[in-house]
């Protein structure tokens, strides 16, 4: 299997993940959003989506 995902700053408050055809907005910024996954929030998002996947197959 191969992944590719590219990742940049779009400014002062936050940045955009994008992989095939999605997009994700990434809070990187110091005072935090509440729109978007922080980066620990998207990790514990990736490993529940890891967890759920396999369990439906």
């Not at 990742?7 to 936050?14: L, N, S, T, Y």
């Not at 110091?30 to 989506?49: C, Q, S, T, Y």
Request: proline share 2%.
């Amino acid at each position: 299997m191969e992944y590719q995902v590219t990742a940049e700053r779009v400014d002062a408050h936050g940045s955009l993940a994008r992989t095939k055809d999605a997009s994700l907005v990434l809070d990187t910024a110091v005072a935090g959003r509440r729109d978007a996954f922080n980066p620990a929030e998207l990790f514990l998002a990736a490993i529940a989506a890891c967890m759920i996947k396999a369990s439906s197959g």
